[in-house]
C-alpha cells in the first residue's frame, strides 16, 4: 500500500525499516500514538531531527483573531487553533560527549513499529558516533488507554565492541520552535510561544512544569519521574520556566544495558488552581509508578484486545487493504477512547492541522465506526456536542434564529471559520449531529442517554429546522440560502443533502417529544410545536430535475454551466488553490460527495432506479479535491452493481495517509477518511443499513477479495457476519436472538445458529465515468503486492 522501499505490509503493525529524513513529518503522523485525551506525534526520541513536533491535549487551545478585511455582523471574532503543549517524548542521548544524532555518524540499521495489538511504538536503532562509538538504542513508547493521564518510554542503550561512557537528558519542554507554515488553508497557523510559565520544580528522577496560556487562560501541568535499571548511576537535575532536565550518567562494558522507564503525565483545567493541576499531575504519575511498566504494557494489551474482539474486520485476498483496514481502526480508536466529553477533531490528536478543529466529520464518518465497534466512545463525542449547546443556542439567536445552530468548526464550541458562506451557511452540521444520535440509539437503545443528552439535542436542532425553512406559496417546506457537503457550491436553496437530513431530524424529534413527555415538557415543546415539525417534515422540497431522470444537488444545480473539465490540468487540483470559489460556485462541479451521501444516509428516500442514474450523473462532475469523498463514492457504487469501482475508491481512501495522496498528512492523518475505510468495507461490500431500526445486509464483494468478515456490537448484541462471493453467513455471538435482513429478507439470528444464505448474481452495468484525469486508479486490474 505505501510505495516507500522501506515499509512492508504486515496484518497488525505498520512497519518502517530505514529512516528518510524527507519523510519524517509524514511518518511522524503515521506513527503518532493518543487515547483522545494525549497526543504524540512520532517525534524521534531525541528531539531533532524533526518534521513538525508535537504533543497536544484534547481540548487546549489558545485564541487568536481572525481578520476580515471588512466587518460584518455575526462574524466570529477569534479563532480556537490547537497548541503544542509540553514535549514528554525527550531523551538526549550522549555518548563518550558525543550527542546521539541520525544526520551524523553512521546509522547501520533503524526500525519503527506501530503494532496495533499492544498499542506501543517501538524503535530499535544501531548507530556509530563520529569518533566511531558503535552503540544500540531501543525504545518503546505508549500512551495509555487505561490510565487516561499517562504516557510512557522505555529507552534501552547498550554498547557494541568497546566500553562507553553514557549519558541521558530526559526532558519536558515547553514553547518549542515548530516550523512556519506553507500558507495552505488546511495547514495550521503557528503561534509563538503560547505558554506562560507559572512554576517549575525538579528533584532526584522527578520535574515538574506549570503553564497557562496567555488568552484562553487554560493551566496545563506535566510531570516526569523514571525509574532506572542500571548500577551505578548518578543524576542530576534542573529545571527553568520552560524546560526541566533529569540527567542520568554511567559507564557501560559492552553488552551491558542501561534501562530507563520514564513517566509522563499530563493535566489542564481552565478552571482548576495551580496546585490542584499540580497535585493532579502528581498522583497520575504515583498511580503509573505503582503499575509500573510491564503493568502499562499488560492494561493496554488487555484493552485492545477486547476491542479486536468485537472491532475486527477480515479481508482475504488483499494484504493491503488488510493492514490499511486495521491501521484505520487503531488511529480512530485512539483519537477516542479516553477524550470523554470531548471533541475528535479531524487530525485526532496526530497533527495540528486545521488548527485541531472537529468538524461535522466526526458525526456522519467517524461516529458511525465508534458506534459499533465502541458505543460508548461515540456517546461521549455527542456528551461533547451536548455540553456545547449553550454556546449553539447563542449563536442561533445572533443570526436571528431559534434553536441551536452548531459550528461548522470548532474545538471548544465556539463557530471558528471566518469565510461564512463555507462556515456559517453549512446548518447540515446540526442533522449530521441528529442523525449520529438516532444512530447511536439505533445501535444501543441506551434510554437513559435518549432522555437526556438525545432529546434536547433532536428539539434543539429540529428547532433550528424549522426557523430557518418556511413555506412556501404552495405549502412545499423551503431551506433556502445553505451550503451542503460539497464545498464548491454555497448558497444554495433546497439542498438535497440538508433537505433529507433535516427531515428525518424534524421527524426524530417529534417522536422523541412522544416518547419523553416529562423531558419535552423541561425544554418547552408543546403539541403545537411538534405539529409543526411534523408538517415540515412531510412538505419538504426536494428538488428534481424530470429532463434529466437525476435529482438536483440543490435547485437549480443540473442548469448551471458545466465546469471545463477538458482545460483544467492535473496539476491544477485541488481546485480551490487554484481557482477563486465564485467561479468553482456557479458551475457543476462537485469537490467531494453531497447528493451521493445523500443517498448512503437517507437510502430510504430514493428508489434503486434513482440511486443508479443519480450516481451516474453525480460521478460525472465529483473531482474528490476532499479526503472524504472516496468512501462514500465506495459505498454506492458498491449498491448499484460497480463493485470493482468501489473496490478502487476503498483503495484510494486507504491510501490518503498511508501514501500521502494529498500531501498534508505530515499535519496529522485524515482520520474520516480512515473510518472511510470501514464504512466502505462494511456499509459497502457488506451492504449493511440500519435504516428505522431495521438491521439488513446485502454482501457484494469485488474480485480481488475473496472473503470479508466483520463483527459489529448492535441492540446490546454481538453480531458475525463472514461473506464470500457466493454465501453470506451470520452468526449470533452474544445476546439474545435478533431478527436482521439479508437482501430485503427478514430472518431470526440466534445463538450457536448460524444462518447462511446465498449471495445473488450481479447485474451487468455500464460503468460510469469520472471526470478527465480523476479516475480512481484501477487497483482491481493490478497484480497484488507482493511485498511483506
Given at each position: 500500500m505505501i510505495r516507500h522501499p522501506f515499509f512492508s505490509v504486515e496484518p497488525w503493525s505498520l512497519r518502517e525499516t530505514g529512516l528518510d529524513l524527507d519523510t519524517l513529518a509524514h511518518t511522524e503522523s503515521l506513527f503518532a500514538l493518543s487515547n483522545g485525551h494525549i497526543g504524540w506525534r512520532a517525534n524521534l526520541d531525541e528531539g531533532e531531527p524533526y518534521g513538525l513536533p508535537g504533543s497536544y491535549l484534547n481540548g487546549v487551545y489558545e485564541l487568536r483573531p481572525l481578520p476580515y478585511a471588512e466587518a460584518g455582523y455575526g462574524n466570529p471574532e477569534s479563532g480556537e487553533t490547537v497548541i503544542n503543549v509540553t514535549n514528554g517524548k525527550i531523551v538526549r542521548l550522549l555518548v563518550d560527549d558525543e550527542p546521539f544524532d541520525v544526520r551524523y555518524g553512521t546509522l547501520h540499521a533503524h526500525e519503527r513499529v506501530l503494532d496495533f495489538r499492544s498499542g506501543t511504538l517501538s524503535r530499535g536503532a544501531e548507530w556509530s558516533s563520529p569518533a566511531r562509538r558503535r552503540v544500540r538504542v531501543s525504545s518503546t513508547r505508549l500512551v495509555s488507554l487505561t490510565q487516561r493521564a499517562i504516557a510512557a518510554i522505555r529507552y534501552e542503550v547498550t554498547p557494541v565492541d568497546e566500553p562507553v561512557r553514557i549519558v541521558i537528558q530526559s526532558e519536558l519542554v515547553a514553547n518549542e520552535t515548530l516550523p512556519p507554515s506553507d500558507g495552505d488553508p488546511r495547514a495550521a497557523a503557528v503561534l509563538e510561544s503560547p505558554l506562560v510559565s507559572e512554576q517549575f520544580a525538579s528533584s532526584n528522577t522527578a520535574a515538574v512544569l506549570v503553564h497557562r496560556t496567555g488568552l484562553s487562560r487554560i493551566r496545563v501541568g506535566a510531570a516526569m519521574d523514571h525509574v532506572i535499571e542500571a548500577g551505578n548511576v548518578s543524576l542530576a537535575s534542573e529545571s527553568f520556566t520552560d524546560a526541566a532536565r533529569v540527567i542520568m550518567t554511567t559507564s557501560l562494558e559492552p553488552g551491558e544495558r542501561l534501562c530507563v522507564t520514564k513517566l509522563v503525565a499530563y493535566g489542564w483545567s481552565a478552571v482548576r488552581s495551580l496546585p490542584a493541576v499540580r497535585d493532579q499531575v502528581a498522583a497520575a504519575l504515583e498511580a503509573a509508578r505503582q503499575t509500573g511498566w510491564e503493568g502499562l504494557l499488560a492494561e493496554q494489551r488487555g484493552y485492545l484486545d477486547e476491542f479486536w474482539d468485537h472491532a475486527d474486520v477480515e479481508v482475504d485476498g488483499d494484504p493491503d487493504i488488510q493492514q490499511a483496514s486495521r491501521f484505520a481502526l487503531f488511529h480512530v480508536l485512539q483519537a477516542g477512547a479516553r477524550a470523554e466529553a470531548r471533541a475528535i477533531p479531524a487530525k485526532g490528536l496526530t497533527g495540528s492541522g486545521y488548527d485541531g478543529?472537529?468538524?461535522?466529520?466526526?458525526?456522519?464518518?467517524?461516529?458511525?465506526?465508534?458506534?459499533?465497534?465502541?458505543?460508548?466512545?461515540?456517546?461521549?463525542?455527542?456528551?461533547?456536542?451536548?455540553?456545547?449547546?449553550?454556546?449553539?443556542?447563542?449563536?442561533?439567536?445572533?443570526?436571528?434564529?431559534?434553536?441551536?445552530?452548531?459550528?461548522?468548526?470548532?474545538?471548544?464550541?465556539?463557530?471558528?471559520?471566518?469565510?461564512?458562506?463555507?462556515?456559517?451557511?453549512?446548518?447540515?452540521?446540526?442533522?449530521?449531529?441528529?442523525?449520529?444520535?438516532?444512530?447511536?440509539?439505533?445501535?444501543?437503545?441506551?434510554?437513559?442517554?435518549?432522555?437526556?443528552?438525545?432529546?434536547?439535542?433532536?428539539?434543539?436542532?429540529?428547532?433550528?429546522?424549522?426557523?430557518?425553512?418556511?413555506?412556501?406559496?404552495?405549502?412545499?417546506?423551503?431551506?433556502?440560502?445553505?451550503?451542503?457537503?460539497?464545498?464548491?457550491?454555497?448558497?444554495?436553496?433546497?439542498?438535497?443533502?440538508?433537505?433529507?437530513?433535516?427531515?428525518?431530524?424534524?421527524?426524530?424529534?417529534?417522536?422523541?417529544?412522544?416518547?419523553?413527555?416529562?423531558?419535552?415538557?423541561?425544554?418547552?415543546?408543546?403539541?403545537?410545536?411538534?405539529?409543526?415539525?411534523?408538517?415540515?417534515?412531510?412538505?419538504?422540497?426536494?428538488?428534481?430535475?424530470?429532463?434529466?431522470?437525476?435529482?438536483?444537488?440543490?435547485?437549480?444545480?443540473?442548469?448551471?454551466?458545466?465546469?471545463?473539465?477538458?482545460?483544467?490540468?492535473?496539476?491544477?487540483?485541488?481546485?480551490?488553490?487554484?481557482?477563486?470559489?465564485?467561479?468553482?460556485?456557479?458551475?457543476?462541479?462537485?469537490?467531494?460527495?453531497?447528493?451521493?451521501?445523500?443517498?448512503?444516509?437517507?437510502?430510504?428516500?430514493?428508489?434503486?432506479?434513482?440511486?443508479?442514474?443519480?450516481?451516474?450523473?453525480?460521478?460525472?462532475?465529483t473531482v474528490r479535491d476532499s479526503s472524504l469523498s472516496a468512501s462514500t463514492q465506495a459505498v454506492i457504487a458498491a449498491e448499484t452493481g460497480h463493485v470493482e469501482l468501489a473496490y478502487d475508491y476503498l483503495a484510494e481512501t486507504a491510501l490518503v495517509d498511508l501514501d500521502d495522496v494529498n500531501h498534508n498528512t505530515s499535519e496529522g492523518v485524515h482520520l474520516a477518511a480512515l473510518a472511510g475505510i470501514w464504512i466502505a468495507l462494511v456499509n459497502g461490500f457488506g451492504g449493511m443499513r440500519n435504516h428505522d431500526h431495521a438491521l439488513s445486509f446485502a454482501p457484494r464483494l469485488p474480485s480481488r477479495i475473496g472473503r470479508l468478515a466483520f463483527t459489529i456490537c448492535c441492540r446490546r448484541r454481538q453480531l458475525r457476519v463472514e461473506a464470500t462471493h457466493t454465501t453470506a453467513t451470520y452468526s449470533l455471538v452474544t445476546g439474545d436472538p435478533i431478527e436482521i435482513a439479508h437482501y430485503g429478507e427478514p430472518f431470526t439470528l440466534a445463538r450457536d445458529a448460524p444462518v447462511v444464505r446465498p449471495v445473488p448474481k450481479r447485474r451487468a452495468r455500464r460503468e460510469p465515468t469520472q471526470p478527465p484525469g480523476r479516475a480512481p486508479a484501477r487497483r482491481s486490474m493490478t497484480p497484488r503486492s507482493g511485498r511483506g
Open positions: 478543529h472537529a468538524f461535522w466529520d466526526t458525526e456522519t464518518f467517524v461516529l458511525p465506526l465508534l458506534t459499533y465497534t465502541a458505543p460508548d466512545t461515540a456517546a461521549d463525542a455527542l456528551r461533547w456536542r451536548h455540553s456545547t449547546l449553550p454556546l449553539a443556542l447563542d449563536r442561533a439567536s445572533q443570526l436571528g434564529l431559534r434553536g441551536a445552530a452548531f459550528p461548522w468548526r470548532t474545538i471548544a464550541g465556539a463557530e471558528c471559520s471566518g469565510y461564512w458562506p463555507a462556515g456559517t451557511a453549512a446548518f447540515h452540521v446540526g442533522a449530521d449531529i441528529a442523525d449520529a444520535v438516532l444512530r447511536y440509539l439505533a445501535a444501543t437503545e441506551d434510554e437513559s442517554f435518549a432522555n437526556s443528552v438525545g432529546v434536547e439535542l433532536l428539539v434543539q436542532t429540529a428547532r433550528l429546522w424549522r426557523s430557518l425553512g418556511h413555506h412556501d406559496a404552495a405549502g412545499a417546506f423551503r431551506i433556502d440560502g445553505v451550503t451542503g457537503p460539497d464545498e464548491y457550491s454555497a448558497i444554495a436553496d433546497n439542498n438535497v443533502y440538508t433537505n433529507l437530513m433535516a427531515q428525518r431530524n424534524l421527524r426524530a424529534a417529534a417522536e422523541a417529544a412522544s416518547r419523553f413527555p416529562d423531558r419535552a415538557r423541561e425544554l418547552a415543546v408543546g403539541p403545537e410545536e411538534t405539529a409543526q415539525w411534523r408538517d415540515a417534515a412531510d412538505a419538504m422540497f426536494i428538488p428534481y430535475d424530470a429532463a434529466l431522470g437525476v435529482h438536483q444537488q440543490a435547485e437549480g444545480f443540473t442548469n448551471h454551466q458545466m465546469w471545463d473539465f477538458e482545460s483544467t490540468r492535473p496539476d491544477q487540483y485541488p481546485l480551490l488553490l487554484h481557482f477563486p470559489y465564485f467561479d468553482l460556485y456557479r458551475k457543476q462541479v462537485v469537490k467531494q460527495a453531497d447528493l451521493v451521501l445523500a443517498m448512503q444516509l437517507r437510502g430510504d428516500a430514493f428508489t434503486d432506479d434513482e440511486k443508479i442514474r443519480n450516481f451516474a450523473y453525480y460521478e460525472r462532475i
